[in-house]
C-alpha cells in the first residue's frame, strides 16, 4: 500500500514538471550561446530544449515572451569539478561522503550512490546560476577514487543526468602516497589496473583477484581502459603531466582529462598536440607545495593559446562554494584570458570533455539551460534573474535567502531572546 502510494507520488511529480516544461521564450538578449555573443538574440525553449536561437529567430504565435531588455543571456553555468551534494556539513564526518578511507575498493566506489538532491547547498548553488555539476569522489586508501558523476540543479530526485561519467585517479604526490610512497609505485599501479580492466573478465575467470584490482574494481575500470569512459586524473607537475601525454600517445583511445594542472602551462603545447583538456582553478596560482612550484596567474591564459580546451572550476570548497566558479572565471580574464574564453570555460567547454553535446550551449536541440542576468555574468555583483533547467523556470529561493529574508528587517521586539541585546 505505501509503495503504491509513493508511485503515485513520483507518478504525479513528473507530470507536473512535464506540465511546466512548456515554450519558453526570451528577446532583445545578449547572447552568449556557448561559442559566440550575439547581440538582439531571441531564444525560444519547447519542451525542455532549444527549438530557436539568434538574432534572426523568432516568437511562435500565441506565446508570451520575456523582453530581456538588452540583458545578458547565457547557457546555464557548469561547474567542471565540484562535491555539491554529498556534503552537508563539512566538519561533521557523518554527512561527509567524499571518500571511503575505510574501503578496499577503488574504481567500483559509485558517488551518484550518496548523492542528495535535497542537500542545502544545491539551491544555494542554482541562485547563482549554476545548472549543471560534475561531482567528483575524493581518495580514499586508493589512488582510484571511483566513479563520478553529471547532475542538474533542479533539486529534482532525477537530477542525475550521468550516473558514471568518468573514473578519477590521482597521479600527483597524494597518489604516490596511496601507492607505497613513490610516483613509481603509483605508475606501476596504474599500469597494472589497466591491464586487468582491459582483459576483464578473462583473467578473473579462475580467480577473483588481477594483478592490481579485484573483480569489482577491474569491472568498473573496463569501460575508462577501453577508451569508453573519461578518465580525469588529479596531477600538478609537469614531469607528471609529461607522463600522462606519454600514457595518451600510447594509448591512443584512452579518453583522458586533467585536473588541477599548475605547471601545465609549462608543456601546453605537447597538451594541445595530444588533445588533452584542463580543468582548472584560476585561484591556485602559489607555489603551496613541492609539486606546484611552477604555479602562475597565468596557467589558464597560456594553456588556451596553445590550443588546449580550458574549463573553470572552483577547488578551494568545491562543496560549499562551487558557485563561486563564476568569480575565478572573471579572475582569470583579469590574468590574461579573454572574456569569450573564459564564458566558454564555464559553458561549452566542460560539456565537451565530458562529451555532453546538448549541454552548455544555446542552440538548436540543446538542452533549455537557460540564465538570464542583471549584468555581465563575470562581474562579481551580476546575479540571475531567471534560471531555467530543461525549460523549467527555478527557484532563485535558498536558505540563505530565506535568512536573510527572516532577519534582514526584522522588528526589534521579534528578534530571538540572542539577538536583543
Request: proline fraction near 4%.
Amino acid at each position: 500500500m505505501i509503495r503504491t502510494f509513493l508511485s503515485a507520488c513520483v507518478a504525479t511529480a513528473s507530470i507536473a514538471v512535464m506540465a511546466e516544461a512548456q515554450t519558453v521564450a526570451v528577446t532583445n538578449a545578449k547572447l552568449w550561446t556557448g561559442e559566440e555573443l550575439v547581440e538582439g538574440a531571441t531564444v525560444v525553449i519547447r519542451d525542455g530544449k532549444v527549438t530557436a536561437a539568434g538574432d534572426d529567430a523568432s516568437v511562435p504565435s500565441g506565446v508570451e515572451a520575456i523582453d530581456a531588455e538588452g540583458a545578458w543571456v547565457t547557457p546555464g553555468i557548469f561547474s567542471a569539478f565540484s562535491r555539491v551534494g554529498i556534503v552537508e556539513v563539512g566538519a561533521e564526518d557523518t554527512t561527509n561522503d567524499t571518500a571511503a578511507p575505510m574501503s578496499t575498493f577503488g574504481p567500483a566506489l559509485q558517488l551518484s550512490d550518496a548523492f542528495n538532491p535535497l542537500a542545502t547547498i544545491v539551491p544555494v548553488t542554482r541562485t547563482e546560476g549554476v545548472t549543471r555539476i560534475a561531482v567528483a569522489p575524493g581518495f580514499g586508501s586508493s589512488m582510484f577514487g571511483g566513479q563520478g558523476f553529471i547532475a542538474d540543479t533542479s533539486g529534482e530526485p532525477d537530477s542525475i543526468t550521468e550516473e558514471k561519467a568518468f573514473t578519477f585517479i590521482n597521479l600527483g604526490e597524494g597518489g604516490a602516497g596511496l601507492t607505497g610512497g613513490s610516483r613509481a609505485a603509483a605508475w606501476a599501479t596504474l599500469r597494472a589496473a589497466l591491464a586487468d580492466a582491459r582483459t576483464f573478465p578473462a583473467r578473473y575467470i579462475a580467480s577473483d583477484e588481477g594483478d592490481a584490482l579485484g573483480r569489482l574494481d577491474a569491472q568498473a575500470l573496463a569501460p575508462a581502459a577501453r577508451g569508453d569512459q573519461l578518465i580525469l586524473v588529479a596531477v600538478d607537475r609537469a614531469s607528471d603531466i609529461r607522463k600522462v601525454i606519454d600514457l595518451k600517445n600510447d594509448s591512443k583511445a584512452l579518453n583522458i582529462a586533467l585536473v588541477s594542472a599548475r605547471e601545465g602551462w609549462i608543456i601546453a603545447e605537447d597538451l594541445a598536440e595530444a588533445g588533452i583538456p584542463v580543468i582548472l582553478d584560476p585561484y591556485a596560482n602559489l607555489p603551496s607545495r613541492f609539486e606546484a612550484l611552477g604555479s602562475t596567474q597565468k596557467n589558464a591564459e597560456r594553456l588556451i593559446e596553445a590550443g588546449v580546451n580550458v574549463a573553470i572550476a572552483y577547488f578551494d570548497d568545491d562543496s560549499h562554494q562551487a558557485r563561486l566558479v563564476l568569480q575565478a572565471a572573471g579572475n582569470a580574464v583579469a590574468n590574461g584570458v579573454s572574456h569569450e574564453d573564459a564564458m566558454r570555460a564555464i559553458t561549452s567547454a566542460p560539456a565537451t570533455i565530458y562529451r555532453l553535446d546538448d549541454i552548455g550551449t544555446l542552440e538548436t536541440g540543446s538542452v533549455g539551460d537557460l540564465v538570464i542576468w542583471d549584468g555581465d555574468p563575470l562581474e562579481v555583483m551580476s546575479a540571475p534573474t531567471h534560471v531555467y533547467i530543461n525549460g523549467v523556470e527555478q527557484s532563485l529561493e535558498s536558505r540563505q535567502t530565506k535568512l536573510r529574508d527572516r532577519y534582514l528587517s526584522l522588528d526589534v521586539s521579534e528578534r530571538p531572546m540572542g539577538f536583543k541585546r
